[in-house]
């Protein structure tokens, strides 16, 4: 089972107006139409700016918003949370298709222009909710984050492996590209800047709390609480945050979310343990007091050094995915490692 196709959690995201008031990045030329582009192993072209999107994942959606393109928005699914306040209005009055996976005929009832995906397993060679393909013989453009296709092998089905460590410059890349197709490169590169700006900075006020080489492991969720856990592997999301602040994923598969047994857990007994936290209830350790009841209390999670010496962090689920809420993340795990006991 793939914890990254499931349900509906919440944090903050910066507002558009914000992110253009506090950044001053140069202004881009504007898009010459057509515009062609190399998306996920497809070309694409535009010869205009779209005006009707159906947007498939949250990330996808939440960049749109982020750039001023909620009008152009007529549909969503795949949502892991609930949407920031500052995008509360806006997303209001878009049809909402599905919380999870939207049927392809329910997509083309929007009569989009264009439809993105945040995952291939929802768009792309094998689909659930459409193959590209099939989008083509109706004339409809698709366009795939390129954090799940860049670096990644998704044909083994599952959440993928990532044959090379996922990094912020494909969000950078996402976000230049809708800049480019919906000619708003502008507001692209504004956003960009802001968010590289948040990031360097978390980066540099780790620097003085002896993160470097400080070993951890990142909890997203179990099918039983008190089975094996599904822990981030060390080329996803998670993976990336702990590098930037210098620390030491103990899970080494290429797996995006393989299941961990405890006793393996224990063996590489980490100094820091990070808990997902989500509004989702698919499965009992969804919720993160019990996450956090069973390390206190199993016999084996209860003897891990991180869990003796209070050393766990929490971080929302929307930090773990692609999106403008990695920065988050990184942000939050700097004030949790700031407020730990030294590690001996």
Not at 302 to 321: E, F, H, P, Q, Y
Request: glycine share 8%.
């Amino acid at each position: 089972m793939s914890p990254s196709r499931r349900l509906i959690p919440s944090r903050p995201v910066l507002g558009a107006l914000l992110i253009l008031a506090l950044t001053g990045a140069a202004s881009a030329e504007p898009t010459r139409y057509p515009l062609t582009l190399e998306n996920c192993r497809e070309t694409i072209t535009f010869t205009a700016p779209p005006k009707r999107v159906v947007s498939v994942g949250q990330t996808q959606t939440e960049i749109l918003y982020a750039l001023g393109l909620g009008d152009r928005v007529v549909g969503t699914a795949v949502w892991f949370s609930p949407v920031a306040k500052p995008y509360e209005a806006i997303n209001a009055k878009v049809k909402r298709l599905a919380d999870n996976d939207p049927s392809f005929e329910a997509v083309l009832a929007q009569d989009p222009d264009l439809v993105t995906a945040m995952f291939e397993w929802h768009i792309g060679p094998n689909g659930i909710v459409g193959k590209r393909d099939q989008f083509a013989k109706v004339k409809v453009p698709t366009y795939v984050s390129p954090t799940d296709c860049v670096g990644k092998d998704n044909s083994g089905g599952g959440d993928g492996v990532r044959t090379t460590m996922f990094t912020m410059d494909l969000v950078y890349r996402n976000i230049r590209e809708f800049g480019q197709i919906f000619d708003v490169s502008d507001r692209a590169e504004q956003l960009v800047a802001s968010l590289q700006a948040r990031e360097q900075k978390a980066v540099e006020a780790v620097a003085n709390l002896k993160a470097k080489d400080l070993s951890v492991a990142l909890w997203f969720s179990s099918k039983d609480i008190k089975g094996d856990a599904f822990m981030a592997g060390k080329n996803g999301v998670p993976g990336y945050i702990l590098a930037k602040l210098g620390a030491r994923n103990v899970i080494e598969t290429t797996e995006e979310w393989p299941l961990v047994g405890w006793e393996t857990i224990a063996a590489a007994n980490p100094s820091v343990i990070v808990a997902v936290k989500m509004d989702r209830r698919r499965f009992p350790a969804d919720d993160i007091e019990k996450k956090l009841d069973f390390l206190k209390t199993d016999p084996v999670a209860s003897k891990l050094d991180a869990v003796k010496n209070g050393r766990i962090a929490v971080i929302d689920v929307a930090a773990t995915r692609a999106g403008i809420d990695t920065v988050d993340g990184i942000e939050t795990l700097v004030r949790a490692l700031a407020g730990f006991r030294p590690v001996n």
